[in-house]
């Protein structure tokens, strides 16, 4: 069980928070921190993700995998709309088990940890499989403040629990998380102070999934598309070989390993043809199709 005190008392129904400036500044530790914090902050009339979640109250912030359903884009015109929203989240709702489909054993008695928990939909659906406590950090504040508004509409506070906290620095104890994820975030930090925060916290034995985009060392650099992603989202996309380095360092031996490029492709398709595209869909195909950056699942085992 975690005994630290938490910053998640002090954000309010609004999502605002009433942090101390002192708690702000040993959460967001440097200028970058801070302005992603900032990003994700100011970030919040975002149709692509909210008229999705609204659907069942599962908010996301990743992508979505699997085939389109051809028939959202024929039929009545004035259910279209509706029906590729319904879409779009289905694929992301898709994404999200199968990353919870890689933690192994869970038992109802285990903690686990969303490392970048967003509006907390991946941590809501890890409660409502496996029973047992979540606990999501997020560098904003008002993403705390949203995610736990989720968690008190589907009745699990006491189950599920957001906090103001740094991912590279979470305070929570050591060992006590019998699996940790990262659902698209890994791109914010560096790799090797991450895992290694992931490894004090992780038994002997437990488990790492993470879902990301990366790009690829063999087509050299960083693509134009790839920095187009960057900058769009303020973050800082890793190669692929990063990612084996940091986790061989840090005590994590890959057990499975999926590129799931091409099962990403017909999300980013149907999503630039709905009327929640933002622009960056056409970044995210060219890099996917000239093979500049893939998505990625890796699964770690702490040893
Ligand atoms: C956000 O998802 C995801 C990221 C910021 C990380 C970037 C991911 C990569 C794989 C590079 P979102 O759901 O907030 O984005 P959007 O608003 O575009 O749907
Ligand atoms: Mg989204």
Redesign the pocket.
């Known amino acids: 069980m975690t005994t630290e005190t938490s910053n998640t008392a002090t954000t309010t129904a609004t999502g605002m928070s009433a942090a101390t400036g002192t708690a702000t500044a040993s959460v967001l530790r440097t200028p970058y921190q801070r302005s992603v914090a900032a990003y994700w902050n100011i970030n919040r009339n ?1 149709p ?2 909210l008229r999705l979640g609204e659907i069942d109250g599962l908010y ?4 979505g995998i699997g085939e389109v359903d051809p028939s959202v884009l024929v039929g009545p015109a004035e259910t279209r709309d509706e029906r590729i929203i319904a879409e779009l989240h289905r694929l992301e709702t898709a994404q999200a088990n199968l990353l919870l489909d890689h933690l192994g054993d869970i038992s109802p008695t285990d903690l686990l940890l969303d490392a970048g928990s ?1 509006r907390g939909g991946t941590s809501l659906m890890a409660h409502q499989r496996f029973g047992c406590r979540v606990d999501g950090v997020t560098i904003s504040e008002y993403q705390v403040g949203f995610a736990n508004e989720q968690a008190a509409a589907h009745g699990v506070s006491d189950q599920v629990r957001f906090h103001f906290r740094n991912m590279l620095g979470t305070g929570f104890e050591t060992g006590s998380r019998q699996g940790i994820w990262t659902n ?2 890994t ?1 914010y930090v560096d790799l090797f102070e991450l895992f290694g925060e992931f490894s004090r916290l992780l038994p002997f034995g437990g488990r790492y999934v993470c879902i ?2 990366c790009f690829n060392d063999i087509t050299g650099g960083r693509s134009k598309a790839v920095s187009r ?1 960057d900058e769009h ?1 303020t ?1 800082n ?1 890793h190669r692929r070989s990063d990612y084996f380095r940091a986790l061989a360092a840090n005590r994590l031996a890959p057990i499975n390993v999926f590129d799931l490029t091409d099962a990403t492709i017909p999300y980013w398709e149907l999503r630039a043809e709905s009327s929640v595209a ?1 622009g ?1 869909e056409e970044a995210f195909l060219n890099a996917y199709r000239e093979g500049s950056f893939h ?1 990625l699942l890796i699964v770690a085992d702490r040893i």
């Open positions: 975002d692509v993700n996301h912030h990743h992508y967003g698209e975030t791109m990301t985009g992603i989202y973050c996309i933002t960056i998505y």
